[in-house]
């Protein structure tokens, strides 16, 4: 209000001084061009002048924003449908939260209509239809995103390469995946889903030679090609074409050598050598891994495999006691060699010992055992007892002792 007085005022001001300047003398004003002359007075020319800047400017700004009414119609409409997007999408993850698949995936369906970014709504819809076990319509879904949001086509590809090998539809996947690395060599998602798809069909063969390079190129994390490797390894030992040594020489010369390295792949490894009657080389060939490094299970491994020299055995077990001193698994070993070589005292020493260092339920069970087996049932029953203490279970009595005599009896 006051910037209206002030400018009212300022105004009032120019209006007095103009009119009475234009009373004193109005000025003369001659404009000729050619045989055109125009006379009028100053005030009347800068009048005109003004005037003239007004409506020009007027137009000016009128032919420039009138557009602004559609395009505030258009963007209000877009506000709108986002908005309501956004909740149909809170709608549909809470059903789906709910575990109403059905209704997630119709309310991710409107939204994706409403969005200007549908693809990732497609997507959850056609999640949603896959879980139902609904097939058809997740592919119908995906087709209709891919169609709606081309810019989404490869992600969408996967989604559908995804839904196929969790289906158990690999040709299909295989297809599509041989259609998008043609198109996209060098891409690492499809090489990720490729991959996924081998191990999923159990296509070793084709797996393992890919492995080098998905590592390299970071496509797969090392712990993921780590547990491919292994898996891959171990399938191909345990299903080897024919039950003979040469057969299972020339997988375990196929592995790898990380694959070779690995723990499990060994023990899978020693298992299949012992399985064809091969102890004595199993037995060498954990004493040779041994020595580079270490592995309780492979020492525990060793114990339970026959061998017509227990005596050479135990001096290889305390080898390895001396490399590693009070370790539990070095202990059960050579008490499980000394009850083989019938050293019954060093048997219950070294069984003592590693019950000592390392309370397993197997150690207790087999110093148990031999207790018996050597007459001695109060150490068997004192040391189950003494392992039962911290319950502190209730002992029956002489009268419940007579009873279960007689009952059974």
């Known amino acids: 209000m006051r910037r209206f007085l002030i400018l009212l005022s300022l105004l009032l001001l120019v209006g007095a001084w103009v009119g009475q300047a234009m009373m004193k003398d109005s000025g003369y004003v001659l404009i000729a061009y050619q045989q055109v002359s125009i006379e009028t007075s100053l005030w009347v020319l800068l009048i005109t002048v003004v005037l003239l800047f007004t409506v020009i400017h007027w137009l000016f700004n009128l032919v420039s924003n009138w557009r602004s009414p559609a395009e505030k119609l258009r963007r209000w409409s877009e506000a709108r449908g986002d908005k309501k997007a956004g909740s149909k999408s809170n709608q549909a993850l ?14 991710f369906i409107q939204a994706a209509e409403l969005s200007r970014t549908p693809a990732l709504l497609y997507l959850e819809a056609a999640r949603c239809a896959a879980e139902q076990g609904d097939e058809k319509e997740a592919h119908r879904i995906l087709i209709k995103a891919a169609k709606e949001s081309p810019e989404s086509e490869l992600r969408l590809q996967l989604e559908q390469a995804r839904f196929d090998i969790k289906s158990g539809h690999y040709e299909r996947a295989s297809e599509l ?31 393992l030679p890919m492995l080098p390079s998905l590592q390299k190129r ?15 390894a171990l399938s191909k030992l345990n299903n080897l074409e024919e039950s003979s040594r040469t057969a299972l020489e020339q997988c375990w010369n196929e592995l790898s050598y990380e694959a070779q390295q690995d723990t499990e792949v060994r023990r899978a490894y020693i298992g299949q050598l012992t399985a064809l009657n091969e102890s004595a080389d199993a037995c060498s060939q954990i004493i040779k891994w041994l020595a580079k490094s270490w592995d309780n299970d492979l020492a525990v491994r060793f114990s339970e495999l026959p061998c017509d020299d227990p005596d050479a055995m135990i001096k290889t077990a305390k080898g390895w ?36 260092l390392n309370h397993q339920a197997q ?10 087996q ?3 049932q109060h150490e068997a029953a004192q040391l189950l007892s003494s392992k039962n203490a911290p319950l502190q279970l209730p002992t029956p009595s002489e009268a419940d002792r007579t009873t279960r005599h007689h009952l059974t009896h």
């Open 321 to 356: 006691l001396k490399q590693q001193p009070e370790n539990a698994a070095v202990e059960l070993v050579l008490a499980r060699l000394s009850r083989r070589a019938q050293l019954w005292g060093a048997a219950l020493t070294h069984y003592r010992k590693s019950l000592e």
């Open 177 to 207: 995946l041989g259609k998008l690395a043609k198109e996209r060599s060098n891409s690492t998602a499809v090489d990720r889903e490729k991959a996924t798809l081998l191990s999923a069909k159990q296509d070793w063969n084709a797996l």
């Open 218 to 232: 970071k496509v797969l994390n090392s712990n993921d090609i780590q547990t491919l490797r292994r898996t891959a």
């Open 374 to 376: 050597l007459g001695e």
């Open 363 to 372: 150690t207790l069970i087999e110093l148990t055992e031999l207790y018996i």
């Open 94 to 107: 809470e059903a789906e939260l709910e575990g109403d698949l059905w209704k997630a995936r119709r309310l």
